[in-house]
């Protein structure tokens, strides 16, 4: 089991920044760590996903050159810094990972979630 943990959403004005923050605990073997979020009356959809052993990122088109994901291995950590935010970027960010060999971008083969931090940018 992956017990994930994310903070670090909140209110931020348009052109602001935020960067969230994902702790995992419990077996924290991961192969992949990611970012999805959920708009009211949207679909949760993939941003970013970080291979752990490698660091390669993948990242959503809407998001390239705006949002960066990184890791922390020894703080077992998944960060997202996300810059220029737009209110379109106003969503439900969850932190989700996987202990197996997935497609990265795929929302369905993440096996662990967290509970997901609200972040609303005002225009």
């Known amino acids: 089991q992956v017990q994930l943990v994310e903070s670090g959403g909140g209110l931020v004005q348009t052109g602001g920044s935020l960067r969230l923050s994902c702790a995992a605990s419990?077996?924290?073997?991961?192969?992949?760590a990611c970012w999805f979020r959920q708009a009211p009356g949207k679909e949760r959809e993939f941003v970013a996903a970080?291979?752990?052993?490698?660091?390669?990122?993948y990242y959503t088109d809407s998001v390239k050159g705006q949002f960066t994901i990184s890791r922390d291995n020894a703080m077992n950590t998944v960060y997202l810094q996300m810059n220029s935010l737009k209110p379109e970027d106003t969503a439900v960010y969850y932190c989700?990972?996987?202990?197996?060999?997935?497609?990265?971008?795929?929302?369905?083969?993440?096996?662990?979630w967290g509970q997901g931090t609200q972040v609303t940018v005002s225009s």
């Open positions: 970080i291979r752990w052993s490698s660091g390669v990122t």
């Open positions: 989700a990972a996987s202990t197996d060999t997935i497609t990265p971008t795929s929302r369905n083969q993440y096996r662990y």
């Open positions: 419990g077996r924290t073997f991961t192969t992949y």
